[in-house]
């Protein structure tokens, strides 16, 4: 009774014998330094084996039978911080860092893509304490898109990115962005309640669907200017270009949104401004991200930017603890 350790073509391997429970619960405990969400991620991939069979998800282990899990190789990424200089950090302790994620770097790339990603940076900065995570999202419990900028946070522990991921899913997170639209919505302030999914004709958009997820964003207008609106908006859900594919629902598309509005000279107007999240370690953490310059250069040059100009400036992160 007892776990065993191999390699096996660079896969590490470990058998559980003499527990039972649900498959994720009795790899979790087999298996500390790795994350719920990758666990189930493993198993969903194939790389569990119950009683030398891929697993699903649901399976429950009873007492008596073998399971295996294989971790796959770490994937090749170069750690190439140096190459992140707009990189900026606006808060960082033992198990969080908030980054300023710049316009125009993805968050993870994709299948093939050689240019630098934040899980890339994540992963050389974390270097040999990198083991717990998957390599593939070391630390990363959201996302933002590639052409939005902002306030992005990290985890420095898998423990961290456990208890971070389940207050997105429990919506206990507060997002807020700011946003140039192309047109000024009909009410100065609402909520857009809009099932989102997989846009039927394209699948690399999303749209709004009858039978789609449960999606949610707030908004408010700050000021207009020639047919242009500066609205903050809140997200309540967190579904895949939710913001970006709401406001072009209501004819109201971000500027320069190639994929849901027109082309432009620029990229989106989209940036994450704040965010309000349950610390790991107890209490409230809260960091703001001031404009990016790109966005910030637009604005002054339009009658927007009188109310724009509190958010041009981030102020100090601050974590509020339990008393």
């Not at 390599?135 to 990290?154: N, Q």
């Not at 000279?265 to 994450?272: D, F, M, P």
């Amino acid at each position: 009774m007892g776990n065993v350790d191999a390699v096996t073509a660079g896969q590490r391997r470990r058998t559980i014998a003499g527990r039972a429970g649900r498959i994720d619960v009795v790899l979790a405990d087999a298996f500390p330094d790795l994350s719920r969400a990758r666990i189930q991620r493993l198993i969903a991939g194939g790389h569990a084996l119950l009683n030398g069979e891929c697993a699903r998800k649901s399976a429950a282990v009873v007492e008596g039978d073998t399971l295996e899990l294989a971790l796959p190789p770490r994937s090749r990424v170069s750690s190439r911080a140096e190459e992140f200089p707009d990189l900026a950090i606006l808060f960082e302790d033992q198990s969080v860092v908030a980054v300023d994620k710049p316009a125009g770097l993805a968050v993870h790339g994709a299948p093939g893509d050689t240019s630098p990603s934040v899980a890339e940076w994540m992963l050389a900065r974390l270097g040999s304490g990198a083991g717990g995570f998957d390599a593939d999202h070391p630390g990363i419990v959201h996302r933002l898109d590639k052409d939005t900028s902002g306030v992005l946070l990290l985890a420095r522990t898998p423990r961290a990115q456990a208890a971070m991921s389940a207050a997105f899913e429990a919506r206990t997170v507060e997002k807020t962005y700011l946003a140039v639209t192309d047109a000024v919505p009909n009410r100065r302030r609402a909520v857009i309640d809009a099932p989102i999914a997989r846009h039927p004709g394209d699948r690399t958009r999303m749209a709004v669907v009858r039978n789609g997820r449960t999606s949610r964003t707030g908004y408010e207008v700050l000021s207009e200017d020639h047919g242009r609106a500066l609205i903050l908006v809140h997200p309540e859900t967190g579904r895949t270009h939710q913001i970006r594919v709401h406001l072009a629902a209501i004819h109201c598309p971000v500027t320069f949104d190639r994929v849901y509005g027109t082309e432009g000279e620029g990229r989106q107007l989209l940036h994450a401004w704040r965010i309000r999240i349950p610390h790991p370690d107890g209490g409230m953490l809260e960091v703001t991200s001031p404009l990016a310059p790109d966005f910030a250069a637009f604005v002054r040059h339009t009658a927007l930017e009188p109310l724009a100009s509190e958010y041009m400036r981030a102020a100090p992160a601050s974590r509020t603890t339990n008393t």
